[in-house]
């Protein structure tokens, strides 16, 4: 079947007209089970929290790339960091620019938050080796990417990432990844892709709908964990120049 690009990006915003907006930062920090995209938000928040229990303690300067509404500036307060924002759009944030041209100076920030940005960007390469730039020598970043998502271009849309794919990535970039987490297993995007097609027809007023689904899918990753196919990823990493080994125990 053929593509139209631009009547994919008109039906994107006519699917998004009258449908709750996603503008408030509790939405991304503490979803409701109602919602659509509950799965993938909580696991993520999660992971989130838990990657940046890992970062040393000592807080600096922490930057939220791709930040829209900053939805992760109070767990970056609670370690001690001092937040500044960067976005394409001025709105709140503090610098105007992209993932992949930043504008701002090199060995600045000792953390660099990046979430749901990569997909985003024209060249996501360019982004991560920018991250590089900017941390300071043994700087950390967290990164999360999509896996299984619907289109959604914020201006664009252009990505989707594997497990392997992201390691890579950062890898290229000479950021050396410490811990890599799925968000979700296949029960659970199972569950979460069911939710995507309701709420294509349903809107907000799926609730009821979203909220069995959610269920379900918590179960199923419970009970059954694979993750072969999975909704998300996050990687926390460290800026350096000789290249590193991957753990699961979250040890540099």
């Not at 600045?108 to 390469?125: G, M, N, R, Y």
């Not at 020598?137 to 299984?148: L, T, Y």
Request: with cysteine; hydrophobic share 40%.
């Amino acid at each position: 079947m053929r593509l139209d690009i631009e009547a994919l990006h008109e039906s994107f915003r006519a699917a998004r007209e009258g449908k709750r907006s996603r503008h408030a930062r509790s939405d991304r920090l503490t979803p409701s089970l109602f919602q659509y995209d509950y799965l993938t938000l909580s696991r993520l928040r999660d992971d989130v929290r838990g990657l940046l229990a890992q970062v040393p303690a000592g807080g600096g300067r922490a930057l939220d790339l791709g930040c829209e509404n900053s939805p992760y500036h109070a767990p970056l307060v609670e370690r001690g960091f001092e937040v500044e924002t960067l976005d394409i759009e001025k709105s709140s944030a503090d610098y105007v620019g992209t993932a992949e041209e930043t504008g701002l100076p090199s060995a600045s920030f000792d953390l660099v938050l990046c979430t749901q940005v990569l997909e985003h960007c024209d060249a996501p390469w360019r982004a991560v080796a920018e991250i590089h730039r900017i941390l300071k020598p043994g700087g950390h970043c967290i990164v999360s990417v999509p896996h299984v998502w619907f289109f959604h271009p914020h201006p664009k849309d252009h990505w989707r990432f594997t497990q392997e794919g992201i390691v890579r990535l950062c890898e290229e970039g000479r950021l050396q990844p410490v811990v890599l987490m799925a968000q979700g297993g296949t029960g659970l995007a199972a569950a979460q892709v069911a939710s995507f097609l309701a709420y294509g027809v349903f809107g907000r007023y799926g609730a009821p709908l979203y909220l069995l689904l959610n269920l379900l899918g918590a179960l199923g990753d419970r009970l059954v964990r694979n993750d072969l196919f999975c909704v998300n990823f996050a990687v926390l990493a460290r800026r350096q120049d000789q290249p590193g080994r991957l753990t699961d125990q979250g040890e540099p």
